[in-house]
């Protein structure tokens, strides 16, 4: 198959991570047209397009394959409190969606902080909590579930988060939280 150069690119952008609509209509424009050969060409590779044009996001997910077939595509492992964060911001992004009509869902970062610190408990260094919160609000940042708005210091909680958090994911970790509460 023969890719043109902004396929290529479409292709490249994929693998760094989610590609946008809104961020990237070009690729995005590429994508629409090309979806089917992109796949196609994908697909041997151990490699689905996974491709919401409601939602306007795609992003690449591995294929089941036979085990001994090469993995392309790595799994991450989560930390707790990227893990926490993620949870929280999916439960409020559908709570945006039961209030407003609006297609982007925009948090203040001192909600996020409320939110996150409800699950931390009581801190004596405030500062360094705030700075850790900081710390796991930067790594959902990078996973491509949060965008810093431009000068301001709010978030648009990203769409996608939907597809990887989804109700069977929530309630697992609801339930990891309770045994984790029972430990404490």
């Known amino acids: 198959m023969n890719l043109t150069k902004e396929t290529s690119k479409t292709i490249i952008k994929l ?3 989610v590609l946008y609509k809104n961020d990237h209509p070009k690729l ?3 994508l629409e047209k090309s979806y089917a050969p992109i796949s196609d060409y994908l697909k041997p590779l151990g490699i689905d397009v996974i491709f919401d044009e409601a939602e306007g996001y795609a992003y690449l997910q591995n294929l089941e394959m036979e085990e001994d077939f090469p993995v392309l595509l ?6 707790y409190k990227v893990s926490l964060l993620i949870v ?5 992004l559908t709570q945006l969606d039961m209030q407003s009509d609006e297609s982007r869902a925009i948090i203040a970062k001192e909600e996020i902080v409320e939110l ?3 699950f931390l408990g009581e801190s004596f260094n405030e500062v360094k909590q705030v700075k850790e919160i900081e710390g ?6 990078e996973l491509g579930f949060l965008k810093k708005l431009k000068s301001s210091e709010n978030y648009e909680i990203k769409r996608v988060i ?3 958090v989804d109700a069977q994911w929530m309630d697992e970790f609801d339930k990891r939280l309770a045994e984790y509460e029972v430990e404490k």
């Open 162 to 164: 939907k597809s990887f």
């Open 28 to 30: 995005w424009l590429e």
């Open 15 to 17: 693998f760094n991570g």
């Open 136 to 141: 796991t609000i930067k790594k959902v940042v």
């Open 88 to 92: 929280l911001l999916r439960k409020r």
């Open 116 to 118: 996150f610190e409800l």
């Open 74 to 79: 790595r799994k991450r492992t989560l930390s």
